[in-house]
């Protein structure tokens, strides 16, 4: 945890905040903080700063923060994710989060399982779980917003165009010729897909749409490595 992360409800004051479970399980056992140390916090949706331990005990940390400093500045992309196995999209938000993504579009595909989209890890508890954990990587207090798109015609033909205007658009595709730009142009639309690979069927309508099919090379990749990749080649913001 490289950042507490402070919610609304923590705070008594606009500089006290008290808050228990997780977090101050981690003050205590694995920071092995005290009172008086200071802790790098910030606020969800606001400001990052300090904060000092005025009081710690077994279920219960009391600081006084001093929040001024503005969060990073997001990655001008947009994910657009094959919907996963429930243990890699875990790892793939959270990893996607703490590269500075702020919209993440979880989209079935033809591969892609449809016991999938009944698995505990898309309750919305689960999901904010795995970008909390992007964002006290990070250092960053901005939650990304999560879409749902379990029509892939529809969303490709009726909102990707849209979503695409001023905006240049790659999936990952292991047919295309090798391309080699080691940056993409921004902002940028990056979708992956699933591992066993888009259809042809799935091809023609991302390129319709005006997306660009790029090689990440001969090997064949799993997910969360080819989102890896892929948003890597993402220039960071000044």
Request: glycine residues 8%; proline residues 9%.
């Amino acid at each position: 945890m490289n950042l507490l992360l402070l919610d609304d409800d923590d705070f008594a004051t606009a500089t006290r905040v008290s808050f228990g479970g997780r977090r101050a399980h981690h003050v205590r056992r694995i920071l092995r903080a005290a009172p008086g140390d200071t802790l790098s916090v910030g606020r969800i949706g606001g400001e990052i700063g300090t904060g000092t331990i005025l009081s710690l005990d077994t279920d219960r940390c009391i600081l006084e923060v001093r929040l001024d400093t503005p969060a990073p500045t997001p990655l001008p992309a947009t994910l657009v994710l094959a919907l996963p196995r429930p243990p890699v999209l875990g790892r793939v938000l959270a990893a996607t989060t703490s590269f500075g993504v702020k919209r993440i579009v979880l989209l079935h595909t033809r591969r892609v399982e449809k016991t999938y989209w009944q698995a505990r890890a898309l309750e919305p508890a689960a999901l904010e779980e795995k970008l909390r954990l992007g964002l006290e990587q990070a250092r960053d207090t901005l939650l990304p917003e999560i879409v749902i798109r379990r029509r892939f015609r529809a969303f490709v033909e009726d909102e990707l165009p849209h979503w695409l205007e001023g905006k240049h658009g790659v999936f990952a595709h292991p047919a295309a010729s090798p391309d080699p730009i080691a940056g993409l142009e921004t902002p940028a639309v990056v979708l992956v897909g699933p591992e066993g690979g888009l259809l042809d069927t799935e091809v023609d309508p991302l390129c319709q749409a005006g997306m660009r099919p790029i090689s990440l090379g001969p090997r064949a990749l799993r997910v969360e490595t080819a989102v890896a990749a892929l948003l890597g080649r993402v220039p960071s913001p000044g």
